[in-house]
């Protein structure tokens, strides 16, 4: 009896102890930081397929080889104020604005013809395709200690068709929210730490088979940018 009861009397001392040091912590003033944050970022998406498919009333094998780009830089950093209280870090606002959005597009494709139609290849140098767009916002949030994610945004496309792509290529949409990077939550408010950068890559491949045969590849880079 004694014996469960200094052991039972220690259990209680050391929650005890556990709550107090909670309840410390929590009541700690809080720690804010004012930064200024920027984003670059790169996101491809490349593809090389063979698609069996009717076009015009024949059957066809479609050979199609593209690449889309998307590169994201600030303009301008945007004012985030960074506070720390009871071990976690909280971000406001939690969007980063003055975006610079460049995206570019490239390729070829073969389209051959087969019997009974006439049997010929038609090839294709698609033309390089660019579109600016300025002034985008994107949404980041903490997806735990020490790390950032972003929410999911579509990214803006470019006009035209060529190279051409099926319904499977078309759904793989790449985006910054495959990645995660990494930082030191305890120094973006240290006032002696005057700025960090958190990295994120991301590289995923996806394989083919049946009409559509061949291999598509998404590259996610960004970097986030904190600075006193």
């Known amino acids: 009896m004694k014996v469960f009861c200094g052991f039972t009397c220690i259990l209680a001392f050391v929650c005890l102890l556990t709550a107090l040091a909670a309840s410390a912590r929590d009541a700690a003033p809080a720690k804010r930081a004012l930064v200024k944050v920027s984003l670059r970022a ?5 593809w090389n397929t063979v698609t069996d498919t009717t076009l015009g009333g024949c059957d066809v094998s479609i050979h ?4 889309r780009k998307v590169v994201l830089k600030s303009v301008r ?4 104020v960074v506070t720390a209280r009871g071990g976690r870090v909280s971000y406001s606002p939690t969007a980063i604005r003055f975006v610079r959005v460049d995206v570019s597009g490239s390729g070829n494709e073969a389209t051959t013809f ?3 139609c006439m049997e010929h290849t038609v090839r294709n140098d698609c033309p390089r395709a660019r579109r600016v767009i300025k002034g985008s916002t994107f949404r980041f949030f903490r997806s735990r200690r020490n790390e950032i994610s972003f929410r999911p945004t579509r990214l803006p496309g470019v006009p035209g068709t060529c190279p051409w792509q099926s319904a499977q290529l078309r759904a ?5 929210e495959q990645a995660q990077g990494e930082l030191s939550e305890v120094a973006l408010t ?3 730490v005057p700025g960090q950068t958190a990295l994120a890559s991301a590289d995923i491949e996806s394989e083919f088979d049946g009409d559509e045969v061949g291999r598509a590849t998404e590259r996610v880079n960004w970097s986030l940018t904190f600075r006193r």
């Open 77 to 80: 950093p945007t004012k985030v």
């Open 42 to 46: 790169t996101v491809t998406k490349t």
């Open 64 to 67: 199609s080889v593209g690449s």
């Open 114 to 116: 087969k019997a009974p």
């Open 190 to 192: 240290d006032p002696r």
């Open 172 to 176: 793989i949409k790449p985006g910054l």
